[in-house]
């Protein structure tokens, strides 16, 4: 029964849309929208391409000429190496500028001090701690608390000679250049003298000897001892084998520390323990018991003179 209901049911559901659209209430056909009236159109608004406003470009002879930038005078044949130095000036001035850097690190305390304070780190087994900055930031402001006596007397001694002398306007002239030159050469004695009281005289004479085996004859008859191209090469040997002193000297007593640590351990039969994570502690106890930073940091400015 059910299936005959629901088979009538289905034809039914066929059938009404033809019977629908005989009686006009269906209609498949697409005149009632074709007749529909049309929506009102909006009256369309031409575009008018926008002008660009132009506005008159100066002429040559408006425009700014090398006359109102420079005047003539300066551009005259010769001028400009009356009031400017050389190329060759100018490339010295800027090599010395380029390495003033290193020559503040190679010139000063801060080699030894810097070389130290790495060997300790070294010593310790801490690779990263303190970092590098830190290691270079404290060796800098040793350097300069070292260094300050003698960069007073270079200034002294080239104050006085840019005082007796009139200055220039302008430091990038040639009366400039030569102006620096002159100070720069009359405040050389402080270095000069500070490099010679922490050199070594083994090594200024060892570096003598050298230059008087291997420089030409005309260069050896005017040399002695004390020029900068004996002393500071002496000046650096020296200060690196210094800091290899102290060196040997912080690693004694970490090396027994390293030595005992693995003894006992290997008695103990704990092989699989790393001594390091034992002597690290006791290597770091050490240094707080006997203030290991401030005599290292005291002796290297002692050792200056």
């Known amino acids: 029964m059910r299936f005959i209901f629901r088979t009538f049911l289905c034809m039914f559901i ?8 005989d009686n006009g209430l269906y209609d498949t056909s697409c005149s009632s929208r074709c007749n529909s009236p049309k929506p009102t159109e909006l009256p369309v608004v031409s575009q008018q391409p926008e002008v660009k406003k132009t506005y008159p470009q100066p002429t040559f002879r408006e425009r700014v000429t090398a006359d109102d930038v420079l005047p003539r005078e300066h551009l005259s044949e010769g001028s400009f190496s009356d009031t400017y130095p050389d190329l060759t000036t100018q490339a010295v001035i800027l090599i010395f500028l380029a390495l003033s850097p290193f020559l503040m690190m190679l010139l000063t305390s801060y080699l030894k001090i810097i070389i130290t304070l790495v060997l300790l780190r070294n010593a310790l087994g801490v690779q990263q701690t303190p970092p590098s900055q830190v290691l270079n930031g404290i060796a800098l402001i040793l350097s300069i608390y070292v260094m300050f006596p003698t960069g007073v007397a270079m200034y002294n001694d080239a104050r006085k000679e840019i005082q007796g ?115 690290l502690p006791l290597k770091l106890l050490l240094v ?10 005291q002796g290297l400015m002692i050792s200056f003179k």
């Not at 066929?14 to 659209?21: E, T």
């Not at 707080?288 to 940091?297: E, F, H, K, P, S």
């Open 165 to 279: 002398n009139a200055i220039p306007r302008d430091l990038f002239s040639a009366e400039g250049a030569e102006t620096v030159f002159v100070a720069l050469n009359k405040s050389k004695e402080p270095l000069r003298s500070f490099l010679i009281r922490n050199t070594p005289k083994s090594q200024i004479q060892s570096f003598y000897k050298i230059s008087q085996k291997t420089f030409p004859p005309e260069i050896r008859e005017h040399m002695t001892a004390s020029d900068f191209v004996i002393v500071i090469p002496a000046f650096i040997m020296g200060q690196i084998k210094n800091a290899f002193e102290i060196g040997v000297l912080i690693y004694l007593p970490f090396f027994v520390i390293d030595l005992v640590t693995a003894n006992v351990l290997v008695a103990m039969q704990m092989m699989m323990l790393s001594p390091l994570s034992i002597s």
């Open 288 to 297: 707080v018991m006997v203030d290991g930073w401030t005599l290292l940091l």
């Open 14 to 21: 066929l059938i009404a849309p033809w019977c629908l659209a």
